[in-house]
Each structure stands twice: as structure tokens, then as C-alpha cells.
């Protein structure tokens, strides 16, 4: 499995700057990720500055909100020419992500 790294900021802002229509991406969401309300397409990503000797991170914006994702956070393939992600709410208000999907060879 893959993770986060920096080439991925450059080609997320690339793909964040031509989104093309919606993305069906209910019909191949896991269920794992999804079920049926947390996935959706990325809107923008940008990276996180660290205060810490820890792993750089990314911010991750859909329209369900936004979420910190470490570097090291392993990714799934996406299905179209797309990032999207999985992300779910806590009750202090807080989100997690549970899935992150990027298209083949990013």
C-alpha cells in the first residue's frame, strides 16, 4: 500500500484545478470507507506546517469538511481521475479520515 508524500501536494493542486463534473463514486466506495455518506471527492488539499520532528501533514478538504492526514496514511487506488476520501465526524466535532483513494500512478 502506498502512503502520503510530497509529490502528491503538487499533483493534488493540479487535479484540484481541474475538476471535471461529479464523480459517481458510490457505485465503488468500500463499504468500509463509506457507508454511503462519508466519501466524496477532494475539493483542495494543502500541506499542514509541523511544529514537531513528526511526519509531515496534509489537509484535506470534501464536502463533508476537513481532515489532517499524516504522510504516512496508506492510500487506496481511485477508480477515476480523481482524489476523494472517507471522513467521519466525532462528536467533539473533529474529523477522521477512514479512506483515501488517488488515481493510479499519482
Given at each position: 500500500m502506498k502512503t502520503v508524500g510530497?509529490?502528491?501536494v503538487v499533483c493534488s493542486v493540479l487535479a484540484g484545478m481541474a475538476i471535471v463534473g461529479p464523480a459517481r463514486g458510490?457505485?465503488?466506495y468500500p463499504l468500509e470507507c463509506c457507508?454511503?455518506?462519508d466519501c466524496a471527492p477532494v475539493e483542495s488539499i494543502a500541506p499542514l506546517a509541523s511544529t514537531s520532528a513528526?511526519?509531515?501533514q496534509l489537509?484535506?478538504?470534501s464536502k463533508h469538511g476537513k481532515a489532517i492526514i499524516r504522510q504516512d496514511f496508506p492510500v487506496r487506488e481511485s477508480r477515476d481521475s480523481r482524489m476523494?476520501?472517507?471522513m467521519r465526524r466525532h462528536d467533539s466535532g473533529d474529523m477522521d479520515v477512514i479512506c483515501f483513494f488517488i488515481p493510479p500512478g499519482a
Open positions: 510530497p509529490a502528491l458510490h457505485d465503488w457507508h454511503h455518506m513528526g511526519a509531515p489537509v484535506v478538504t476523494h476520501v472517507c
